[in-house]
C-alpha cells in the first residue's frame, strides 16, 4: 500500500504566498468595490525590454528551420549561456568556469532541490526571516522535527533582529548547510565583505557548506557591496550560488536561473569535485534542460545592449523602492531595505503582529503586503512590501497609506 511522506504534516502552515492570494481573495470577494493595489508578492510587471524579446524570437525562429532546429539540450544548459554567464562573474572579479555553471528553470526549484545532495542528518541553518522555500525543503525532506511555537526543531535559526543590521551572527555550534540571501528577502539588506568572509571562514573550518541565494544580486548598485559570494576569498571550496534572470530580465514568467557549484568544492566527507559530480548527476537524472528558446533570451539578456536594458528595470524599481521607504518614513514609520533591494521592510506601527498589520493595510488602504511572521519567527511585527510594480500603482498605494491609514 502507498503511503504519504510523513513530513509533509510537519509543515505548519500553508505556503505563505498562496495564503496571501486566499485572504486577498476573501476580501474582494466581500467587499466588490474595493480596488486592490498588489505590494505583496515579489513579481515583477515591466515588460521585457527589445533586445532580450528579439534573442527569445531568434530562439523560437531556430525551432522553424530544420538546420537550426533543436530538440533536448544539456540539462546543464547551452554551452553559450554558461560561457556568457562566467564572463558576468569574471566581470565582477570571480573565477567561474562554464563547467561549473548550472542553468535551470529558475532560483527556486534549485534552492529546493540543492539539498538533495547532502546526508538528510546535516544540521541546517537558515536565516530568520527567511524565503520561506529553504526552510519547507528542508522539512519535507525530514531534516527537521515538529513545529513547536513556530519553529522547527533541529533548525537552527540565524536571527535577523535590527540590532544586527539584519545579518546574523555565525551560528554558536557545528552545522552543516547554512542558507544565507542577500541582497535579502524579504529584509532588504545587503550582506557586506566582512560579513561574508565571516561565514566563509566559518564553513572552511567546518566542513560546512553556504547555500547562497543571490537571485536579486542586480540591485546592488553600491559598488563597495558584493554581487557574488565569490567575490570573497575562499568561498568557491564552501559555498554554492543559486541565481535568476527573474528580477534582472523580468523573466518570472519566461523561467530561467542558474547555480554554480565549483569543482574546488568540498564538504566533510566530499573531497574537491565530489559535489559538482552530485550535481551534475541530479540534474542529469531529474532535469531536462531549460527552454533553448529561453536560453535564447538568457544570452541576449548578457549582451552589452541587454545588460544596459536591464539596468533600466531595476533602476526603475529601485525608484519604487525609495518612493515607498521616503512615503513611510514621513509617516514615522520606522523602515529598511530598499536602497540596494526591491524589498522595504517595516516594523509595524503600534506594536502590531504582521498579519494583524497585513489586515490593516489591507481594509483601510485595500493595500496587500507581505506578513513578516511569514518569513519566520523573527519576522513577526515586520512587514515587507515589494518595490515591483507600475510606478502608478506605487505612487497610488503609498497615496492611500498617507491618507488613509490610522496610525
Ligand atoms: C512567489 C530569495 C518572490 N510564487 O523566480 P525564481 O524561481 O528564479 O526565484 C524565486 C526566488 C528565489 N530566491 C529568492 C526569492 O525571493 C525568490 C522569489 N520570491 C517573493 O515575493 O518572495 C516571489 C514569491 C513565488 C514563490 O513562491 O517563489
Redesign the pocket.
Known sequence: MARINPNYSRLAAG?L?PEIARRTREFSAANPDAQILRL????TTESITPTIIAGLHEGVDRQANVATYSGYGDSEGKGDLRESLAGWYDEIGAKIDPSEVFVSD????D?SNIQSIFSTDSVVAVQDPA?P?YVDSNVVSGRTGDSVEGRYEGLVYMACTEENDFFPALPEGKVDLIYL?SPN??TGAVATHEQLEGFVKYARENGAVILF?S??AAFITDPTLPRSIYEIEGAEECAIE?S???KWAG??GV?L?WTIVPKALRCEDGEAGVLHGLWTRRQNTFFNGASCIVQAGGVAALSPEGRQEMQGLVTYYLENARIIRDALAELGITVFGGDNAPYVWLQAPGGMDSWGFFDKLLTECHVVG?PGAGFGPSGEGYFRL?AFGHRENVEEAVARIRTRLTL
Open positions: 505556503y504566498f505583496g508578492i515579489g513579481d529558475g532560483a527556486k526549484s534552492s524565503y522555500v540571501c528577502n524579504p541565494d537571485a536579486y543559486i535568476s534572470f527573474s523573466f518570472t523561467r536561473g507581505t515589494s
